[in-house]
């Protein structure tokens, strides 16, 4: 972006003198200060083709994952080490959200599925959910033209019958305005729980049993699948989860989704994790022989 910038302001400062010197006589045509500026666009072009090649070594585009989750951690720890207050964290954190998200949506894939706020998160002081739900609300309205722009459908999943009706009403609209896309999948986990996941999932399949709709016997993974929240996307089980400023654990993330994920640790704070970092671990990820609990 810089270059471009440069470029930019180069060609506005460049048009009035090349005018001046024709009309002192220096022999620069018009059709040649045409050219001149279509070689420099091009340049500008194979600059930032340069730039997706370099942001692409290493990586198959035939291995890229379908799904990748990301549980963004350390954002409170961003702002503290920044002498920021913590919902400046949580505001950079959301920026590097989309910023990421762009960057997998790039690549080629399909589903980015990002933990956003946890149903333990809720023990948290009240001012900070406070701001957070009022961060989530505010993101969510305000990127709507961005989301239709990029062709980006986005799915909210968790418990949501604490959400005010403002909120749930933003999300509604969202999900109704993005709904018809499909080669963008964008999912926020809030008030999200794996457990709370798995239970309703039960308890959806003992109520359609005690109505006649399933047997036992239809019982299966699959129909388990299907009354998961994650049931929203075409790829509902991430191939890779990626997890922020160097916690080591999933908690309470996708349980079930991620039984043969390949998990990614980073010591990076989430609000500091760009695309250097994601090639890194996509490159990881393509490293890895995925077996699935069998031989090879």
């Known amino acids: 972006m810089p270059s471009l910038i440069r470029s930019l302001l180069f060609r506005l400062f460049l048009i009035p003198c090349l005018f001046i010197a024709n009309l002192i006589c220096f022999p620069f045509s018009l059709t040649k200060l045409l050219r001149f500026i279509r070689i ?40 503290e080490r920044a002498g920021m207050m913590t919902s400046q964290g949580h505001k950079a954190g959301a920026k590097r959200l989309k910023e990421i998200a762009e960057l997998c949506f790039g690549l080629g894939i399909h589903t980015v599925s990002a933990f956003a706020f946890s149903t333990e998160n809720w023990g948290r002081n009240k001012i900070e959910v406070k701001c957070i739900m009022s961060l989530i609300q505010y993101q969510l309205k305000s990127k709507i033209n961005y989301l239709h722009r990029e062709e980006i459908r986005v799915s909210v999943i968790g418990d949501l ?24 999948h964008l999912i926020l986990a809030i008030d999200y729980s794996g457990r709370f996941d798995m239970l309703r999932a039960c308890k959806s399949i003992v109520k359609k049993t005690e109505n006649g709709l399933i047997r036992e016997k239809d019982v299966d993974e699959a129909l388990i699948e299907r009354e998961l929240l994650t ?8 191939d890779l989860l990626i997890r922020t400023s160097g916690e080591e654990r999933i908690s309470n993330f996708f349980l079930w989704q991620l039984a043969y994920t390949e998990l990614f640790f980073t010591p990076v704070l989430w609000p500091d994790f760009d695309k250097d970092n994601l090639l890194e671990a996509l490159v990881s990820y393509q490293r890895r022989e995925r077996r699935f609990g069998c031989r090879v």
């Open 231 to 238: 049931n929203c996307t075409d790829f509902p089980n991430p």
């Open 40 to 79: 420099t666009a091009s340049h500008d072009d194979a600059d930032n083709e340069k730039r997706e090649e370099e942001l692409q070594t290493g990586l198959q585009r035939e291995l890229m994952p379908r799904h990748v989750a990301v549980i963004m951690d350390g954002n409170r720890r961003w702002a």
């Open 161 to 184: 019958t604490k959400f005010s009706e403002s909120l749930l009403r933003t999300i509604h609209e969202l999900e109704e305005a993005t709904k018809i896309y499909k080669n963008k």
